[in-house]
């Protein structure tokens, strides 16, 4: 096997939470050593050998430092001073206050790379603010606009700030890196996770600082180039004795289309009732005038249909249509997904093994791996203190013994 | 001089078209040299709005603006065989090659990973496909909200018991823009140990359902399929309430003490100052009351006010803004997030949105506004392909350039 890409890169990780875990999870997985620096008691987040918390932390290593005691920051330092790269989302005192900044870390290493991926950048009169990703999706304006008609907030389910900060800074440490690689010289990057997830609403912006739009839900108008139909359609109940499980009226059916041979293809594939020859839908722009009309003919024919069924029909006349998929539908019965591999298995601790979330691509000179289950806080202690720092076992005893690390 | 960026000395071709241009942005920003290639008559993102004063145009178009400040463009007919053989050439000074064509479609202009590494063997292809370049769905179509069917995160948006709802920002598209970015500059490092460039497989369904944090664990540790829930986050500890004058989203992750004494000054606690609520397992089962509390607390306040005194104290609160209140957002001017871009052609400067970091040794900079339509042809094709004029001259009267 070739070796992963990013083997012999070591990235001290003081982050937590979502968007820095997942950055850290992203070096890892393409084969850097991360070594996280934590507390023995974090906030209960979950068990890391399962679900979420297993997909943030996994292939790490884990040493419980006592950050709050003088020696267990200069082992800190001492690790850093073995890194590439070191990661933290605090705001500036907190690194500064530790010595563990860039401008105190080069001079101990100096071509060492740092990333701090703090919630609003650590300069600014709101650099101390604090915030999470649910917090920066409401302040950038994706909180406000996800919304039904009546204009009231209705989401957001999950948290795309964090995952955006986390691309984001994986994306900057794969730029440093890259550059030190070229030059020789490491740099501090100081990453606004609140920027990264505002820079990407950029076509609405511009239209703001061009034309001064007021910004509007878009509701289920294409965001792209003009469709209709461009919606989500009702479908067939899921019955409790039909197979895939449990009784489900909650299914539906996205469909885009935003070509007049797309709109013919639609047509056909739905049997051409006499609806999709009324004069009234036979332009794209009289089919977005006329789209209420439009949709509820629609919703009769999906509501007939399984999304399944009707997925399969839309799509062997290549029209654009996905299932609304939920979690069980795309964990276990998603075809694509599966046959692609992109829930792979993991062994836990336990002897027994889980399903990791996978890595969406695959790299013929050597893809990145899930290497293992999140450890827990401390479990690599002795690996962390005796093989990377050298330290004898009654060293490290003694540091255990006076509370500068934790078991 | 300006240091050069973190990835100067890097080429890249951007052969993308809408859904993956980000991809090439993000190298575009960080200092590489990013040519475009765009149809003869300019690329079909020129002809998505927003535009320039609502006046449709290919050079007024925001829709691409945004997705190709930084980059070159250059006219180029792959479809046409010679067309194709110019993008060989090319690509023999190129780091990498970014696609979205349907899957096949690169290999039957011979424009395969096989044939571009025959032209150079250290060349890294990166080809991001809806479904990918296997599997049973390779040839099905999606675009930004199909994907977001398919991979679990338009379920969870909106409120149980109604509609799904349609997440905003084409977050599909701009995750797999990232995993690309991400999956490339990975093969840079491998081919620094093997010296082989590589093809890279990218997935959008697989790249959206990875940006959906809890969907995924939930099932494999729960066997659950997450409902849709409101602004109630999946957590429990955030949910959006509304103030005087607007909403705000409340947070139960800060000081709970001192939230709490706030709360009680105001009248407003009712049963929060039980001590169980301390407890941050407490909160999260009894989040909905919880919340439905705080709302009531928060509804006479104006929403400014509340947020100043609530982060005073360190509380994670949230005003539930609207994207036009970025661009009088104190601390994104202090950053200098906003940058001004000259377009000469239109007499105008306008402000786009920057870079989200600050790299203090290659420093993110505006190295040139959008390109227009095949504006840096000659250059490329003339001036470093060395091409020659009667051959220039050809390949433009049969449409190739």
Partial sequence: ???????????????????????????????????????????????????????????????????????????????????????????????????????????????????????????????????????????????????????????????????????????????????????????????????????????????????????????????????????????????????????????????????????????????????????????????????????????????????????????????????????????????????????????????????????????????????STGPDVGENNDYVLGEILGLSRAEREELIASGVVWL | MNPPGALAGLRVLDLTDYRAQLCARIFADLGADVIKIETPGGDAARRIGPFVDDVPHPDRSLFFWFYNLNKRALTLDVHHPEGAEVLRKLARSADIVIESFAPGTMARLGLGYDDLRRENPALILLSIAPFGQTGPYRDFKADDTVLNALSGMLYVNGFPGRAPVRPLGLQAYHSSAHYGAIAALSALFARDHSGA??????????????AVEHVAGSYFENKIAEPRRGTLHWSRFFRVGRCRDGHIMHCTLGDWTSLIEWVKADGKAQDLDDPAYDQVLHRYLMAEHLFDVLDDWVKEYPRDELLE????????????????????????????????????????????PGAPYVMNGTPWRVYRRPPLVGEHSGDILHGELELALDELAALAAEGVI
């Fill in chain 1, 1 to 371: 096997m070739p070796p992963l890409p990013l083997e012999g890169i070591r990235v001290l990780d003081f982050t937590w939470v979502v968007a820095g875990p997942v950055a850290t999870r992203i070096l890892a997985d393409h084969g850097a050593q991360v070594v996280k620096v934590e507390r023995k008691n974090p906030a209960p987040m979950g068990n890391r050998k399962l679900g979420l918390q297993c997909d943030l932390h996994r292939g790490k290593l884990s040493a419980a430092i006592n950050m709050g005691d003088p020696r267990g920051v200069e082992l800190a330092r001492k690790l850093a001073a073995k890194s590439d790269l070191v990661m933290d989302n605090f705001s500036a005192r907190v690194m500064r206050a530790w010595g563990m900044d860039y401008e105190s870390l080069k001079k101990i290493k100096p071509d060492i790379i740092c990333v701090s991926m703090s919630g609003l950048g650590h300069t600014g009169p709101r650099s101390s603010y604090v915030s999470y990703g649910p917090t920066l999706q409401a302040l950038t304006g994706y909180t406000m606009l996800m919304a039904e008609a009546d204009g009231e907030p209705a989401g957001y389910g999950y948290s795309y700030a964090d995952m955006c900060g986390g691309y984001t800074g994986a994306l900057a440490a794969l730029a440093a890196l890259w550059s030190r690689k070229q030059t020789g010289r490491g740099q501090f990057v100081d990453l606004s996770q609140f920027e990264a997830v505002a820079a990407v609403i950029g076509p609405s912006l511009l239209d703001i600082s061009v034309n001064g739009r007021e910004q509007k839900p878009f509701g289920y108008d294409s965001q792209e180039a003009p469709a209709a139909p461009h919606g989500i359609y009702k479908c067939h109940a899921r019955k409790a004795d039909a197979p895939g499980g449990a009784a489900d009226d909650d299914r539906w059916l996205a469909i885009s289309v935003h070509t007049q041979a797309e709109w013919e293809r639609f047509a056909a594939a739905l049997g051409s009732p006499e609806w999709t020859s009324e004069p009234k839908f036979q332009t794209l722009y009289l089919r977005i005038r006329n789209r209420a009309e439009l949709d509820a003919h629609i919703s009769r024919w999906t509501a007939e249909r399984s999304p399944e069924d009707a997925m399969a029909a839309l799509q062997a006349a290549r029209v654009a249509a996905g299932v609304v998929e939920n979690g069980i539908d795309l964990c276990a019965r998603d075809p694509q997904l599966s046959e692609r591999g992109f829930w792979p298995t993991v062994a836990t601790a336990a002897g027994a093994a889980t399903q990791v979330t996978g890595i969406p691509f695959r790299i013929t000179s050597g893809s990145g791996v899930v290497r």
């Fill in chain 2, 309 to 352: 005194r609530a982060q005073l104290l360190r509380q994670p609160y949230a005003t539930v803004r609207k994207p036009e209140a970025l661009f009088d957002d104190e601390q994104l001017a202090a950053r200098g997030f906003f940058v001004a871009v000259e377009h000469p052609e239109l007499g105008r400067t306008i402000r786009y």
């Fill in chain 2, 197 to 210: 460039g590589a093809w890279i497989d990218l997935s959008m369904q697989e790249a959206t359902a990875a």
